[in-house]
């Protein structure tokens, strides 16, 4: 299994990372990513809303793994959205995580009426070679449109709600069909889908848990995946998912557990 995927752009990511969404700034962000960069992870995912990239700069550097190995993905938010506020977001970020570059930089939320202004400076950050590659969150179909009647750059990535509950597939087509990866956040649906009983029971013919199937069919699905933990034996868990293979069958039965329900809100009806 490849554990990496080309981006449009020819940029480099890792199939599988440790997002930190309600990861506390302090020593728990640095641990967590310490710990996962320990673990064999390359791909750590946060965002200026998480208020913890100093904390994840910390983990890095104090992980030993090399900047260059490392795949960084953080996010502009919503009340910086606008050109000149996303130029300035963007090195608040840098000097927030201690780096000199990105690899990954996404608008969060498709704030009306601003994200096409953040894109332009998006694609100025991007030529400048701070940020390795560029993209969006939580877009749906009509919104990458929108964006692309103006773009000079097709976002790389869109990274959306997705988990067994809510398996996105139109969405997810549109996005093949215009070479936009996709990244799964709340990949477990939060946690709480942990013991449902069809991923429980799949997980038992492989001596794996619900959350290790759960994260082999998204990276069987091609959806770019990244589960949030705190805790050192989870994370290593997470990421013990590469000698098994689900069949067939078994990511059909889980594609049927998709009821199309929301744990974070819909982007058409997001109070920005
Ligand atoms: P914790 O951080 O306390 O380990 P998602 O990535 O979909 O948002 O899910 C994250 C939630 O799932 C968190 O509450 C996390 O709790 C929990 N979690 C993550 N990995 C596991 C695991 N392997 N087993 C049980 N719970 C997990």
């Known amino acids: 299994f490849k554990k990496t995927k080309e981006l449009a752009n020819g940029s480099i990511i890792p199939r599988l990372g440790l997002?930190?969404?309600q990861v506390k700034d302090g020593a728990?962000?640095?641990?967590?990513?310490?710990?996962?960069?320990?673990?064999g992870y390359r791909l750590i995912d946060t965002a200026a809303a998480y208020k913890n990239e100093v904390s994840v700069g910390e983990g890095i550097r104090a992980s030993g793994v090399p900047r260059e190995e490392i795949f960084v993905t953080t996010k502009l938010w919503n009340a910086d959205q606008g050109y000149d506020s996303t130029l300035k977001a963007f090195d608040e970020s840098l000097n927030k995580l201690g780096l000199d570059y990105i690899d990954l930089y996404l608008i969060h939320w498709p704030v009306e009426g601003k994200y096409k202004d953040s894109w332009r400076a998006m694609e100025e950050i991007y030529r400048s070679g701070r940020a390795k590659a560029i993209g969006v969150s939580n877009f749906h179909e009509h919104h990458i449109e929108d964006l692309l009647k103006e773009a000079t750059i097709v976002p790389t990535v869109d990274q959306i709600e997705l988990h067994p509950t809510l398996t996105q597939e139109p969405l997810r087509k549109f996005l093949a069909d215009n070479q936009i990866a996709v990244e799964a956040w709340s990949p477990l649906g939060q946690g709480k889908i942990l013991e449902?009983?069809?991923?429980?029971?799949i997980g038992k013919k492989y001596h794996k848990t619900a959350a290790q199937v759960i994260i082999r069919w998204h990276l069987q699905s091609d959806i770019i995946v990244i589960p949030k933990s705190v805790h050192q034996d989870r994370i290593k868990?997470?990421?013990?998912?590469?000698?098994?293979?689900?069949?067939?069958?078994?990511?059909?039965?889980?594609?049927?557990?998709?009821?199309?329900?929301?744990?974070?809100?819909?982007?058409?009806?997001?109070?920005?």
């Open 19 to 21: 997002g930190v969404w």
């Open 28 to 39: 728990e962000a640095v641990d967590s990513v310490k710990w996962a960069l320990q673990a």
């Open 196 to 201: 449902n009983p069809t991923l429980v029971e």
């Open 237 to 272: 868990q997470n990421f013990d998912v590469f000698d098994f293979e689900l069949t067939e069958a078994d990511i059909k039965r889980i594609n049927e557990l998709n009821t199309n329900e929301r744990l974070g809100p819909d982007p058409d009806n997001f109070d920005f």
